[in-house]
């Protein structure tokens, strides 16, 4: 076996992972002055989740352990644990035998982790013709298993690589080494950071009265362009701050917990020494945010006739432009 290290960041999801990718690819030449190089994502599409590992990734690695000066790299694709097991479990199978395989993965509360990925999905879906697949946040919940898939993921690759090469650390700000997300990950790779040119990139959630008027508006048309027009102008229109106290309902909070909390459990046990405060934000935390909040995050019908007309202002200025062409 080489004694090179092959560091396979699978993020999970909304855990700063874009963030982490964008300071890597910004400072490879640092990286590679410090002994490691950096790959990036290794599924083949970089909008969504690839089926397979296209032959260039496995070419490029294979001549990394087999001919690089440099003794480690990193891999960071968060699609790897996005119900892509099969995937991961094949990749590291692979190279287990060639390379030291080091897996790095931040997991969040499962109340944060499933309202953001909510409100990550109406804009992701905005740019792009694809017809949302549940009309409700508790649909979402029956679709959504991300959480629960890389909580049995984990426990697949601690079977091929040992529990002392999968590293799992809790994404929760105060537990950071430093205070920074990038201080704690680069720790974990075992190299600081301070030579590091900072990025700025725009991947912050949106509230969820947001994510609720993208998602009427996808109701209306699968049109991207007049998706996107929408999209920027309902963002652009955001000024009133009181929206960002939007909440989840009752409801929702126990069908989260109802149907993930058990696997949130695990990996606290698992993980976290059975810390059962490792996470801020408890049940009780967002039982009181949720009955203190007076804001309506569903839309009302003078939002759905702006929304309505928004769509078709859209729709009438795409027309225009089309007939100034010919």
């Known amino acids: 076996m080489s004694t090179k290290t092959v560091f396979v960041h699978i993020g999970a999801h909304k855990t700063a992972t874009t963030y982490l990718q964008a300071l890597m690819l910004k400072n490879k030449q640092v990286l590679k002055e410090i002994n490691i190089d950096y790959l990036g994502r290794c599924t083949s599409n970089s909008h969504a989740p690839g089926e397979s590992i296209p032959k260039a990734v496995h070419l490029y690695l294979d001549s990394f352990i087999n001919n690089s000066t440099i003794e480690n790299i990193i891999i960071s694709d968060e699609d790897l644990c996005h119900n892509r097991n099969n995937i991961c479990v094949e990749f590291v199978r692979r190279y287990r035998r060639k390379a030291r395989i080091k897996v790095i993965c931040y997991v969040r509360e499962i109340v944060s982790y499933y309202t953001s990925f909510y409100t990550f999905a109406s804009m992701y879906l905005s740019d792009s013709s694809l017809e949302p697949k549940y009309s409700s946040f508790i649909e979402y919940l029956d679709r ?44 974990i790779i075992g190299c600081n950071n301070y030579r590091f040119q900072g990025v700025s990139i725009q991947n912050a959630s949106i509230s969820l009265k947001i994510a609720e008027k993208l998602y009427y508006a996808l ?19 955001h000024s009133d701050a009181h929206e960002d106290a939007s909440t989840i309902t009752v409801a929702e909070l126990d069908e989260i917990y109802a149907r993930y909390r058990s696997y949130e459990e695990k990996n606290i046990e698992l993980f976290f020494g059975n810390n059962k405060y490792v996470f801020d934000k408890q049940y009780t935390h967002w039982r009181s945010k949720i009955e203190a909040s007076s804001l309506d995050r569903f839309l009302g019908p003078s939002e759905k006739k702006y929304i309505f007309e928004l769509v078709y202002s859209a ?10 062409k010919c």
């Open 144 to 187: 959504q298993k991300a959480y629960a898939s890389t909580h049995h993921l984990l426990l697949e690759l601690i079977d091929i690589i040992g529990r002392n090469n999968v590293v799992v650390r809790p994404f929760e700000r105060r537990l950071f080494h430093n205070g920074s997300i990038e201080s704690d990950f680069f720790g």
């Open 219 to 237: 109701s209306l048309t699968r049109d991207i362009a007049v998706r996107r027009i929408v999209k920027d102008r309902i963002l652009r229109d």
């Open 315 to 324: 729709q009438e200025e795409i027309t225009r432009q089309a007939r100034n």
